[in-house]
C-alpha cells in the first residue's frame, strides 16, 4: 500500500452544517474524519493512502458506516467507495467544478431517505406456479420417459416457456408491489432482477414525512405475500441510487 497520504472521499454536506465527526478505521488505521470547503459546501474526507482500495467488508462497512453516521446529522450527497484525491488542494478544485451540479443536488435530497426492496419467490411456491403453467406444464409432462428423444429445440422451447413464466411473476410484483409504492416515493427504481427467484429489487427515495406511511404499505404487503415469498426490506440509506455523481479525472486538476 502507498506511504503518500491523500484524501478519501465521503461525501458533501453544507459547511455550516452541525455536525461532529469522527474517526473511521480505514487501510488499517484509525483516521480523523475532517472536512474540507469551498464557499457553503464541504467535502468529508480522511487522510489516507493513495491506493486502490479493496472492496471487502471492512473497507465498504467503513465507508458505508461514516456516510450512514453523517446522514443522522445533516443532508449528505454520498460519494461512492474507494475515490481518493491527491491532497488537500485538489478536493477544493473538485468541489469547485461540481459547486454547480452538488447546489442542484441538495434540495432534491434534502430530508429524503432511501430504502431498498428485494422480493425473492419461495421455491415451492415457485415450482408450484411454474406446474400450473398449462404449456410449460404440458411440454415437461411430454417429454417424461422420452429423454432420449429430446432434441435441442425442445430443451429451447421449454426454456423460452419458464423464461415467459419468470417475467409474468416479475410483471405482476411490478403492477401489484413497485407502482403503488412508487406513488408513496418521490422516486423509485426498478433495479435489474439477479436469478430466477428474485422477483423484484427495487429503490426508493421517500420523504422523512411519507416514511411511516411507506413503511405501513411494505408491511401490507408483506402480510400479503408472506406464505410465498421473502422480503428483504433495507435502509434508511443515504440517497446512492439517485444521483449520478462519477468521479473524473479532469474534476480533480
Request: with cysteine; aromatic share 10%.
Amino acid at each position: 500500500m502507498s506511504n503518500h497520504l491523500g484524501m478519501y472521499l465521503f461525501g458533501v454536506i453544507k459547511a455550516n452544517a452541525e455536525c461532529k465527526l469522527d474517526t473511521v478505521m480505514l487501510a488499517g488505521e484509525k483516521r480523523n474524519v475532517t472536512l474540507v470547503s469551498y464557499q457553503d459546501q464541504a467535502m468529508v474526507v480522511a487522510e489516507a493512502p493513495i491506493d486502490i482500495y479493496e472492496p471487502n467488508r471492512e473497507n465498504l462497512k467503513a465507508h458505508q458506516d461514516t456516510v450512514a453516521d453523517l446522514m443522522k446529522k445533516t443532508t449528505v450527497i454520498p460519494m461512492s467507495f474507494g475515490n481518493v484525491l491527491e491532497s488537500k488542494k485538489d478536493v477544493e478544485v473538485f468541489l469547485k467544478r461540481l459547486y454547480k451540479k452538488f447546489e442542484e443536488i441538495f434540495p432534491r435530497i434534502e430530508n429524503k431517505i432511501e430504502v431498498g426492496l428485494k422480493i425473492v419467490g419461495d421455491k415451492d411456491w415457485m415450482t408450484e406456479q411454474a406446474s400450473n403453467q398449462k404449456d410449460l406444464a404440458e411440454m415437461k409432462q411430454s417429454f417424461k420417459g422420452n429423454k432420449n428423444k429430446v432434441t435441442h429445440y425442445d430443451k429451447i422451447r421449454v426454456g423460452e416457456a419458464a423464461q415467459k413464466f419468470v417475467q409474468s411473476i416479475h410483471y405482476e410484483f411490478e403492477k401489484e408491489v413497485f407502482q403503488p409504492l412508487s406513488k408513496i416515493a418521490d422516486a423509485a427504481k426498478s433495479n435489474e432482477v439477479i436469478g430466477e427467484r428474485m422477483l423484484l429489487n427495487a429503490s426508493f427515495l421517500v420523504d422523512v414525512s411519507q416514511e411511516e406511511m411507506f413503511d405501513e404499505k411494505v408491511n401490507e404487503f408483506h402480510e400479503k405475500w408472506k406464505d410465498k415469498t421473502n422480503f428483504k426490506y433495507t435502509g434508511p440509506w443515504p440517497a446512492y441510487n439517485f444521483i449520478d455523481i462519477k468521479i473524473k479525472a479532469e474534476d480533480a486538476s
